[in-house]
């Protein structure tokens, strides 16, 4: 399949998957359905790239698995994670704003979001698929090792955190266990890590340096728009503690904490 039919491809699907969460939302009155979605579709796009490129097949069969376990594996996580728990609070507070256009508005922002799966998927699997050589063997282990190192760290803070709110006795306390003593989110950092891990397979393929524009825009996303900002000013508004932990812990890199001014 031509390089410009497999990326309208992808448009097609991303524009159908967002309206199967929008409908979702809809029916269960829960927004936080499309980040389930969100991260099963961007691994469904590295199968498609895959499926639909000319690259020798390895490397096809290569991309495809590391994006296509990745979006499963946290698309499944974030599903299990918010099945029949209250709306997640920042998509609450739109639908509160929003009023009787809530459902209205919520389509549109749905279908907004797909500017950047588009984007992240592109430029992550696009120039890959299409390269005329296999990369260095080199390259192939350093892109694994990374994916590897990205889907552990990842899956390990989240069943960290999983395990501590599950917990009665910490409800209201701030999680300073395992990864989360050493970053206040190391689930952002390890995602942020997997963005890297299509880079060697990328690189000396025509356009292959747009594989980079996906970690900077996901670190972008998850550092300065939806991610750590909403989220950090909800803590520090519901968790006391909150503040002393943004004194201590790296917010994303993990780094040994600072001395803290009380026990843990």
């Known amino acids: 399949m031509p390089m410009l039919e497999a990326f309208l491809l992808t448009v097609l699907i991303v524009i159908v998957a967002k309206a199967i969460a929008w409908l979702l939302q809809w029916r269960s009155g829960n927004a936080g359905v499309v980040d389930a979605i969100w991260s099963w579709t961007l691994g469904g796009l590295a199968v498609v790239y895959a499926l639909a490129g000319d690259a020798p097949p390895a490397l096809r069969i290569l991309a495809g698995v590391m ?16 099945a029949g728990k209250p709306e997640d609070f920042r998509y609450k507070k739109f639908r509160d704003d929003w009023g009787a256009r809530a459902n209205f508005n919520m389509f549109w922002f749905f279908q907004f979001q797909n500017l950047f799966t588009l984007i992240l998927s592109a430029s992550a699997f696009l120039a890959l698929s299409f390269r005329d050589t296999m990369p260095a063997t080199g390259a192939c282990v350093a892109a694994v090792v990374i994916w590897l190192i990205a889907v552990l760290g990842e899956g390990i803070a989240d069943r960290q955190m999983e395990a501590f709110r599950a917990d009665p006795a910490n409800r209201g306390q701030v999680c300073r266990r395992g990864l989360w003593k050493w970053s206040r989110h190391p689930n952002y950092f390890f995602e942020c890590v997997h963005w890297l891990a299509y880079v060697p397979l990328a690189l000396g393929a025509p356009f292959g340096w747009t594989s980079l524009i996906a970690p900077l825009v996901m670190a972008w996303l998850l550092t300065r728009l939806s991610g750590m900002p909403l989220l950090e000013a909800e803590m520090m508004r519901r968790k006391p503690g ?16 600072k001395p803290t001014s009380r026990s843990d």
């Open 67 to 82: 994006g296509g376990l990745w979006g499963l594996r946290l698309g499944t996580h974030i599903w299990r994670r918010n």
């Open 242 to 257: 909150y503040a002393e932990y943004v004194r201590t812990t790296s917010a994303l890199v993990p780094w040994p904490p």
